[in-house]
């Protein structure tokens, strides 16, 4: 899936309007956060990380102009309590978006659009877990009397981004494999 389809694709399944995405997306692929390439059918594909680069964008700014600098400041978030053994924030998202066999069991992904902090809830032998990736300049702990706005990715949504990504028949082959004995 290429970005213009990538772009379309979150915009029929989220709030934001296609027209903010993909101005977002221009200013990423501006800032060489997101691939250059061709346009229409000579446009590059898009991978896991690129595809997490675009949520961030999308999660965090209240201003398509903030995008890239919001990518650069939230994708190398440091773990208190790291999800799968990722080292950044980008990584552990970019993990969740190649995910498209749902064997992580994300539940959900929380970004505070306040500060430099992200969770990860996922399910593991049956109990809800939960990372955190905060910037290395905030406390590990506590907010004082901050007040808190977040944008939540649900574990659907992620799941059906990384399924759309994989684009792969032998991928979906396996996929309905796996899930016809269930």
């Not at 808190?148 to 981004?161: A, I, K, M, N, V």
Request: include cysteine; hydrophobic fraction near 40%; aromatic fraction near 8%.
């Amino acid at each position: 899936m290429n970005l213009a389809e990538t772009c379309r694709h979150v915009g029929e399944l989220t709030k934001w309007t296609l027209s903010d995405i993909e101005l977002r997306a221009r200013l990423l692929r501006e800032a060489g956060i997101m691939p250059k390439g061709g346009y229409g059918r000579h446009a590059p594909d898009i991978n896991p990380e690129d595809a997490a680069k675009l949520l961030i964008g999308l999660a965090v700014s209240a201003k398509a102009a903030h995008c890239p600098e919001s990518v650069t400041s939230y994708s190398p978030m440091k773990p208190i309590d790291a999800f799968m053994a990722a080292p950044t924030f980008g990584e552990a998202l970019s993990r969740i978006l190649a995910d498209h066999a749902y064997k992580l069991k994300v539940k959900r992904v929380i970004i505070c659009k306040l500060w430099r902090e992200a969770s990860i809830e996922w399910t593991s032998g049956g109990k809800l877990k939960r990372a955190t990736y905060r910037a290395e300049d905030l406390p590990k702990t506590g907010y004082g009397f901050a007040v808190r706005e977040d944008t939540t990715f649900s574990g659907g949504f992620l799941h059906q981004l990384a399924i759309d990504l994989a684009e792969d028949d032998d991928a979906m082959g396996a996929i309905l494999a796996e899930n016809a004995d269930k």
